[in-house]
C-alpha cells in the first residue's frame, strides 16, 4: 500500500485548490520520496563501467565518455541539449578493446581534437589512446578515429583509472593512472615533445597500490599546483590520500610526499572532493563498502588537519559506490547523491538531506532509482533538461541499464 507520504504528494499535486494548496518548498519537499523518472542516453551494449564528463565540441554541454566492459567498446555521446536530452543521445564508438574500466577525454596532441583515453584491466593490462579525428565534423564517424596501445603501459598492471594532468609544464598533457592487484601503483606518464610517438611516453611511479578507485587532480596544500587525490580500496595503504606535487620543474626528478586523509579502516570506493559543510574549505567524501559513508571534513588549511564522520546508508540502498554533492531540493543546502551495487531487489541511486548539521550519522534518505539496476558507477549532477534544477547521470552495468540520467521532480 502507498505511504501516507506518497499520497499526500500526489494530493498535493493532483487537488493543489481543494485541499489549500501546497507551496512550492512543500512539493518540493514531498516528491523526492518517488522514484524518478528514468531516461536512457544509450543501452545497446553490455557494462556501461563509468562516465566521465567534458566539452568536447565547446557548445557549453558535458559530453560523456563511457567504456563498456563486458562489450568492449570505448563510447562517445554528445549532449543535444535540454530539449532533446530525453531521447538517446548522438553516440560514435572511439574504439573496441578488452575490459576497459575507465574512459577520459583529453586533446593528447594538441590538435584542437579531444581524443579519449581508456584504461583496461583483467588480462588486457594495458591503456589505449583513441585519436580524434582533426575533422571535426567527422567527430561522429567511427571509422575516423584510430587506437593504440601506450606501450608504457602494455602489462604493467590491471589499470583502473587515468586523470589526463599537467604535470611537468611541457609537452601538453600528462596521464596520471592507477591500477590494482598485482605491482599497482599511481604514476605519471610523461607525454613527450611529439605526443604521438607513444614509444617515448616515459612512466614515473609514485605510489605503491592496492586498488585505486579515484584520482582526482586539486591544489590542497594552495601552492599554484595541482596535487593528486586517490581512494585506494584495498591493502596495507588503504584508504583517502594525496600525493604532494614537489613542482614543476621537479616532478620528473623528486619523490611526491603522501599525506593521509583518512578511511584506512574502510574499504573506500569513489570519492568526491567538495566543501559539504560550505565552510570555504574542501572537505572529501567517500562512499564505502561497508554501507557508510565516510565524511573527511577539513578543519584547518595550515596545517591541513582531518576530522572524520561516518553517515549511515539507510537499509533500503545496496552497498556504496560513488558521491556527488549539490543542492538537490534547492533549500539552500548541500545534500548528498550515491549510487550503489548489490543493489538486488534495493535502491541503487538515493539521495540524503540532513536536518541541522552535516556532521550527523543519519541523514533523511529518497529514492532516486526505485529496485531497478545492481551495479552502478560514478555520479555526476547536472541539468540536463534545463529546469533549472540538478539531475543524476550515472550508468549501471549488471542489468544493462546502460548510460542514463534520472530526472529531478524539484518543482520551485
Known amino acids: 500500500m502507498p505511504s501516507p507520504y506518497r499520497i499526500s504528494a500526489v494530493i498535493c499535486l493532483v487537488f493543489p485548490t481543494f485541499f489549500g494548496g501546497c507551496r512550492g518548498s512543500d512539493i518540493a519537499k514531498l516528491l523526492p520520496d518517488l522514484p524518478w523518472a528514468l531516461h536512457t542516453i544509450d543501452d545497446s551494449s553490455q557494462g556501461a563501467d563509468g562516465i566521465r564528463l567534458a566539452d568536447v565540441n565547446g557548445d557549453g554541454l558535458m559530453d560523456i565518455a563511457t567504456g563498456w566492459e563486458q562489450g568492449g567498446l570505448i563510447r562517445v555521446y554528445l549532449n543535444p541539449g535540454p530539449a532533446f536530452s530525453k531521447k ?89 593512472a592507477g591500477a590494482k592487484n598485482d605491482n599497482a601503483q599511481i604514476g605519471w606518464f610523461e607525454a613527450p615533445a611529439k605526443p604521438r610517438d607513444l614509444n617515448d611516453w616515459k612512466w614515473h611511479p609514485l605510489y605503491d597500490a592496492g586498488w585505486i578507485m579515484s584520482l582526482v587532480a586539486e591544489d590542497m596544500d594552495g601552492d599554484g599546483d595541482p596535487d593528486i587525490v586517490a581512494s585506494d580500496r584495498k591493502g596495507s595503504s588503504r584508504g583517502c590520500l594525496w600525493l604532494e606535487n614537489p613542482g614543476s620543474g621537479a616532478a620528473p626528478m623528486l619523490p611526491w610526499r603522501e599525506h593521509r586523509i583518512g578511511g584506512e579502516d574502510q574499504e573506500v570506493m569513489f570519492l568526491a572532493i567538495t566543501d559539504l559543510d560550505l565552510d570555504g574549505q574542501n572537505d572529501v567524501l567517500a562512499a564505502t563498502y561497508e554501507r557508510e559513508l565516510i565524511y573527511l571534513r577539513r578543519k584547518s588549511a595550515v596545517p591541513i588537519r582531518w576530522e572524520s564522520t561516518i553517515i549511515q546508508l539507510p537499509d533500503q540502498a545496496g552497498i556504496g559506490k560513488a558521491v556527488a554533492v549539490g543542492d538537490i531540493n534547492m533549500d539552500g543546502k548541500s545534500d548528498i547523491v550515491f549510487t550503489c551495487e548489490k543493489a538486488k531487489e534495493k535502491s541503487g541511486v538515493m539521495w540524503l538531506s540532513y536536518r541541522n548539521k552535516v556532521s550527523e550519522p543519519i541523514w533523511q534518505a529518497y529514492d532516486i532509482s526505485g529496485p531497478v539496476g545492481i551495479k552502478y558507477d560514478l555520479v555526476e549532477l547536472l541539468d540536463l533538461d534545463g529546469d533549472g534544477d540538478l539531475d543524476v547521470l550515472t550508468c549501471e552495468e549488471n542489468t544493462n541499464l546502460g548510460v542514463i540520467w534520472y530526472e529531478n521532480p524539484t518543482i520551485r
Open 88 to 176: 538517446k543521445w548522438p553516440t560514435v564508438t572511439v574504439g573496441k578493446v578488452g575490459s576497459p574500466e575507465d574512459a577520459v577525454f583529453a586533446d593528447l596532441d594538441n590538435n584542437g581534437a579531444i581524443d579519449v583515453v581508456s584504461c583496461c584491466e583483467g588480462k588486457v593490462k594495458s591503456i589505449f589512446i583513441h585519436w580524434a579525428p582533426g575533422d571535426k565534423a567527422r567527430y561522429l564517424d567511427s571509422t575516423s578515429w584510430t587506437t593504440e596501445a601506450l606501450p608504457a603501459a602494455k602489462s604493467a598492471g590491471q589499470w583502473m583509472f587515468c586523470l589526463p594532468m599537467q604535470i611537468d609544464g611541457k609537452n601538453g598533457i600528462d596521464l596520471v
